[in-house]
């Protein structure tokens, strides 16, 4: 942590800093440039965001600029392997291929869920996406199916063995969606709904944490490390876009993110299209380029009959269009040594 | 709503989209432009959402652009009369006075509190601020003194007489949250933590609703219209800053929020100018702005000692400055109109 | 400026790194924190950003944070009396009173121009605005009347005595529109516009420098540096408002930014609500917030016939508008302790 | 054009609102809705913008609402086949081959940018870069080496064969950089710099636009329907990441632009993850994804030492790292069916 000191300053000003500094227990190096001075505050422990809220209370302060990650356990300086997730029996996000998460926003009734569920599969998605509990802007909206809804997810499981993905917004929910879910999902809405990400933690089922609507990357990470350092390691970033000033697509999608996130952490990312764009048309290009960007998977909004959606029906694929785009996502997949998991199984048994 | 068909779209595709609107009982407006076909869809219903998510569907469709206002209680056009929120038995917030909440950004302690208290009634705050349950951004940060935290703020109360803000980050909380404080009080990451939002709606205590870091002014009064439209129509909006480029400032306080929201509901707004600017020597400046600009209040973080605060040093008010701020701002809100609450009971009393 | 180095790092690509620096003339401060190493750079000259890009090219570097301002003419650290801008004989700007700059957006011809100019002064204007040369964002609207228009404004000058704010687009009409103008105004979208702002630093007529729509606050002022640096130190600051996400209004007005400049800079500060908010029922509010901010002026939209405007007229106030604009303007105005110019003349001559 | 009225709007209030449309020759179609009026503006003609300014002018107005986009002549709805851009003899850009420009930041002298010139193409680069002319935020800033930058970059020109790509920056330079150049780049900073788009629009040399740093795709549209319609057809665009709150990268790469524009436009459109992330190790990732969304061609920082650059050695990459990235983006390239230019070239030679 640098603390930079206000050119106005006294000597008993800067003097009472290092003071502070030094009764806390840290070190510090002194350094005086030809405009100001600067200290260099010297070790590392738990109550530095505390230290550095502190200093910000001097006058003759100009400002605190902190060095050190204030993630630990998911970063990459922590842990040097790649963590992979393992979902179900047979699902291993984070190993070297590329999985498809893919189904409707929401479960809108048994037969439309089973259906595409199918479907998916048949395509090579590994994994089943649908929303049971719903966060609506408006209150207004449809809320999602609950209870109902995680025993059609378990149902289309139950036919396809595609493992599920559904989110929890309520930490009372927990418990109930643990019995059904093979992954939690945070939505991009309670990225620091902090309670949440405690009661998660608990669990053990693994956990994909979308990237809030203007979470910076570090604030990303620092969500992912409540969850991890309060026990549960199974996590799985998902960039879903950010909200920024343009507003010809529903979000601004980050691939940028991507490359970054993975020389940060040891984490799992995957890349979520729909939502990246809000615009069907544009789905297949940016699953392409997430692929290319390196994610370690994506995450697809389909559905039967996009134009009876109960929501998204903008960004949902039919199912033409998901055929297409997991033809192109494979042929880029291999192009980057990273295959599409279905593809590398049929390799396999080939 | 309007429904924009693309130029390229066949006269079948057009009517395929006018036959969805009809038979879901919506009338219809067909205007043939010189370059494009333009569908206005008459009626409101509550799932006018639904369509609009339905038509996106439709590959002819190249936008759906709402027209009415999502929000329906909370709007002027519903509400024609000013809300005003009553606090205990003295504070009305929306009242024609300026109310100024001041207080820490978490209780530390039993005499730290105290001590903060009594000096911000003195210089004219009405209304007691202090977090026993912290959003932190990280897990290693401090995240408040929980229940202990609540009966400190109680005990500040007893001894002052101010009502008690105070935040609620959980749904399981909301209980034991609403026993102690006069105003629950709801934080900017957790506006659209829909869950939390719905229990609020049941309490019988006023919302101070903040609005989220990048939420738009529609999003937050949908917030505000889950907890009206929920049964408690004791909301008060809170304007704290959005995330911009900008991290000169900790976020960009967003004043033309203040007569904006003024003009589309009838809900009282006040302003948070320590979270709206991170430094505590443009907190003054800025707080003689919000009241400029029209609200019906302040929230202000004041602490004994700022060098010595858990969180946020860089943005609390020293004893000193808060007393010159009281008084800048008495003098601002009485050019426009709308006094400071304690001026005003000064001046009845005399 | 502070270089961290990656925990990665060996002791021969630090040590290359120190050896750069050293051979460029700085010195260097080294400290070994508990997780990595962090080299001080000590000096100041001229080439410290070519230095900082440097550093960035080696593998080993993670960050290059610079500490002093790259702004040296403009910041208070350089100058620390207050800038005072004489305008014709009789304004100043930054000397302790409010200017308020008033006119249409554009010059549509003489009689609209006059009629306004006669009417803003009444009402306490000092300066009149009013463009000839318009920067449209598309090449199908309106571009300006050109020399017609400066010819039109400097009538409007010889008829009521206001000195004339109008903006130049092109280095290459810089002299024609000094020949016209009292004050050069640089637009938003030229804020880095850089061979303007060298053109500008030649003439002898001060500059009203636009924040860009994306400009940090320390971009706005490098931006200043250059007029400044180059031999113009008549420069006005205006704060117009940013670009977020946020649509509803046109701009996000940052008021923020007003108290901030004045404390890093010593150039004077106005505000401009027309273009901050796009809406001018908001104009008014607004325009009390950036007095109430510290502004040291505003520039305001007035056309007698904002229904027949040529641009902007969702912007633009009607004179019936401006008038009430003025008079709560000065109450505020008054309540901050820097009056509007007009009436401290009154009181003067009273 | 759709004109929503205020639901407290008299009606006389809305005769004279559609009074005003007709008096200026415009049809209408007024629409009943149940909370309100909405009036369809019919008729396409230039002076539209004009009319809408016209509009907000009236207090019954609520909105106005463009239908029709405003940028005409580089719409796909105006011109329907590619346009393709052809540089010197062999080079077309938006031909269906991925086109990669390659070269320093800046010219810095003439072993540095031959010896570069000479790299790039090897590796299958087919365009050069180079600025002689360099936008800087600093005054004190390398500024670049003017005239004799172009003539370097000819003589790395006569040598390679490699037609040159560099920026102007004021519109009286253009004679002398279009006498070098066989592109002329727009920088972002300029990209609404409306005078100097007017003078390129008569160039016979191809223009290379970049997107402002904040301009919707619609301003980015607008501003090559200057270029295209002010007589030069040879528009090429290029995404190079826009200003949002994420400070992690220097900018963030919207890839979603690179599918929405060629969906809107006809235009050639190319991706530069060099500025669009500010760091080398994202580039080569960040490459490939622009290749993967559909991009044209790519623009890419290359510097032999960029540990000696005068500018950008954050961004630049390596000789050895610019091989690795013209290797990846090559077997991309493939997967999708839009091989690199080289790669094709050599497939027909063999």
Known sequence: MIVVIKRSATAEQAQEIIDKITAMGYGVNVSQGAERLIIGVLGVRSDKDMLAAQLGGFAAVDRVMPISKSYKLVSREGVTTDTVVRVGDSVEIGGGLVHVIAGPCTVE????????????????????????????????????????????????????????????????????????????????????????????????????????LSATVEEWLLAAEYIYSGGNHDVILCERGIRTFETATRNTLDLNAVPLVKSLTHLPVIVDPSHGTGKWDLVTPMARAGVAAGADGLMIEVHPHPEDALKDGFESLTFENFATLMEQVSSVARAVGKPVASDASIAIEA
């Open 109 to 212: 009734g048994r037969d439309m869920l089973v259906e595409t569920a199918h479907w998916v599969k048949r395509c090579g998605a590994t994994l089943l996406r649908g929303g049971a509990y719903k966060p609506s802007t408006s209150p207004y909206s449809f809320q999602g199916m609950g209870k109902e809804g995680l025993e059609i997810l378990a149902q289309a499981r139950a036919e396809t063995g595609l493992p599920i993905v559904t989110e929890v917004l309520d930490p009372r929910d927990v418990p109930l969606v643990e019995q059904y879910a093979d992954v939690l999902q945070i939505g991009a809405r309670n990225m620091q709904n902090f309670t949440l990400l405690k009661e998660l933690a608990k669990t053990r089922k693994p956990v994909m944490l979308k990237r809030g």
